[in-house]
């Protein structure tokens, strides 16, 4: 790997180190919807939806909440791991531009309900689909070359 400015962590902390990303992550998705789920807030979410134009918002907004559940578990259990962050890169990019765009960047200090920790979380999701991509037959097949 190319030496941006220092030494590269070694490669097994790098990979202990996006795994612990990838369950932190996973849990911290998994507490966002299992409160919406079960504090009642699905239909407020969906009533909510619904002005801002999307039809059937209880529908999406169930299916939203079904994704925040559903979603981290299989990443957790290391299964279809890059789809299920990229179903998760899509629902906080469609967040990041109709609720917290609007708000600026910061969460919290210099602005409020920003979109930092949303940025956050894509980045984190990227790197762990990135690093759970199926590998193509040709690369799989390079790296038992060498």
Known sequence: MTQLIG?????ERGGQALEAVRI???LL????GSFRMFTGGVAPF??????QGFPSGYWFAL?????????????????FVSLCAAVHIFILTLGMVM??????WFVVGAGRNGME?????????????WAYAPLSRS?????SQG
């Not at 969906?46 to 002005?51: A, C, F, I, V």
């Not at 609720?99 to 600026?104: A, K, M, N, Q």
């Open 24 to 26: 932190a992550v996973a």
């Open 63 to 79: 299916a939203v909440t079904l994704a925040e559940l559903i979603c981290p578990i299989l990443i957790l259990l290391r299964r």
């Open 139 to 143: 690369s799989a097949d390079r790296g």
């Open 99 to 104: 609720v917290h765009l609007p708000s600026g």
């Open 7 to 11: 030494p590269a962590c070694p490669q």
């Open 46 to 51: 969906g009533m909510w939806l619904e002005t």
């Open 29 to 32: 998705i998994l507490i966002h």
């Open 117 to 129: 920790y949303s940025a956050l979380l894509i980045l984190c999701l990227s790197a762990v689909a």
